[in-house]
């Protein structure tokens, strides 16, 4: 007869936020809590028998929304009751740490009170290793997920989060973890129609730009960037500001990767480096720096900066402002990135369908 296998279990939470001291009766019995919290995030481990492994075998990301990750499959339900999934397609790609991720959606179902079967998907990339990587090495995978997670969230124009993960290993272990600490993303999910990159070019642009990222220095510049052009909740001023830094940032990285030097350079000379680097056509959008015919992206900037207040014409202006440095940014990360910007919804001809790109003219004289 086999003896019984003994399953133990580990909590960890390394963060927890109090909610403050309680104290109550209940059922004419006091009690008292020291506190009650809320973990930032959450960690399980299941170990069989004691014997945790040393390297990790398999796991997966949880997601969430990605529309440029084209994950598709088709349920079909049988009248039996029974479920099928069937892949239409499933995205993979391989990390630098060794792991290859394969996208897919998972569906989880639930009746409720009429007889009615609701089925829910989430997004997730589940992952086998290539090489043997030690599960201390795990964070590094984690990190080279947030990096794939970036670029894609870039290329959709909507943030993508990694909300839980889970891992097993060679031995009896399997981990669980749980984010809590994360905001996730409220707004509209774009349509395949309005992301950066054509979800028929994400396979090809992915590779090229996470290529390009990883041969990079100082990738801490792409990323704020990244972040302030997926920022969700400033007002419209703020939004400029924000956008205008990612600019910066940018032409930072241009000119400290070409090996110059100092630290105090005008923004206009940093535009001039990269605009000797790289040739990108800008000449449709609103200037950054000509004012000739009006104010610039920079004196609007500078503007917003010292508090100058916005009248009706100024804020009708500024709409249109932010739309025109939001595509200038998009062009210049796309050139670092080394994709073509033909080949996004930033190109010219694909901009000319839209008023905010070819009216800037008009309104630029209210500012």
């Known amino acids: 007869m086999l003896a019984p296998r003994k399953v133990s279990y580990t909590i960890e939470a ?68 029974n479920v099928r999934v069937r892949r239409v397609v499933v995205p993979t790609f391989t990390l630098k740490s060794g ?44 990190e080279d997920v947030d990096r794939f997670l970036r670029l894609a969230s870039f290329a959709t124009r909507y943030r993508c989060l990694c909300t839980t993960w889970s891992y097993s290993d060679d031995g009896s272990s399997y981990v669980r973890h749980y984010y809590q600490n994360l905001t996730i993303p409220k707004g509209r999910v774009p349509s395949t129609n309005e992301t950066l990159i054509d979800i028929a070019m994400f396979p090809k642009f992915i590779r090229t730009a996470y290529s390009r990222y990883l041969r990079s220095a100082q990738t801490d510049l792409l990323d704020n960037a990244m972040y302030a052009l997926l920022n969700e909740r400033a007002t419209m001023e703020d939004r400029f500001t924000r956008v205008f830094s990612a600019l910066q940032s940018l032409l930072w990285f241009v000119y400290r990767n070409g090996g110059a030097a100092g630290t105090r350079i005008p923004i206009k ?37 010292h508090g100058e207040f916005l009248n009706p014409g100024k804020f009708m202006a500024l709409s249109y402002a932010q739309e025109n440095l939001n595509w200038t940014v998009e062009r210049i990360l796309l050139a670092i990135l080394r994709w073509p910007i033909e080949q996004s919804k930033v190109r010219p001809e694909f901009l000319r369908s839209w008023s905010l790109a070819h009216n800037w003219t008009t309104v630029r004289s209210q500012w």
């Open 14 to 81: 390394k963060e927890v936020w109090s909610s403050g001291i309680s104290n109550g009766h209940k059922d004419g019995i006091f009690y008292f809590f020291t506190f009650q919290g809320t973990p930032a995030e959450v960690r399980i481990t299941t170990t069989l028998d004691r014997k945790r492994g040393h390297h990790l075998v398999r796991g997966v990301f949880g997601l969430t929304d990605c529309p440029i990750i084209n994950a598709a499959a088709i349920i079909g339900r049988s009248y039996t009751g």
């Open 99 to 142: 792991v290859r991720l394969m996208f897919k959606n998972h569906f989880d179902s639930s009746e409720r009170r009429q007889g009615e079967t609701i089925t829910t998907s989430h997004l997730v990339g589940e992952f086998k290793v290539l090489k043997r990587i030690p599960v201390a090495s795990f964070p590094a995978v984690e």
């Open 269 to 305: 000379k940093l535009f001039e480096v990269f605009a000797s680097t790289y040739s990108v056509k800008l000449d449709d959008l609103w200037p950054l720096f000509d004012n000739g015919s009006g104010a610039s992206l920079y004196d609007i900037r500078n503007a917003i900066a």
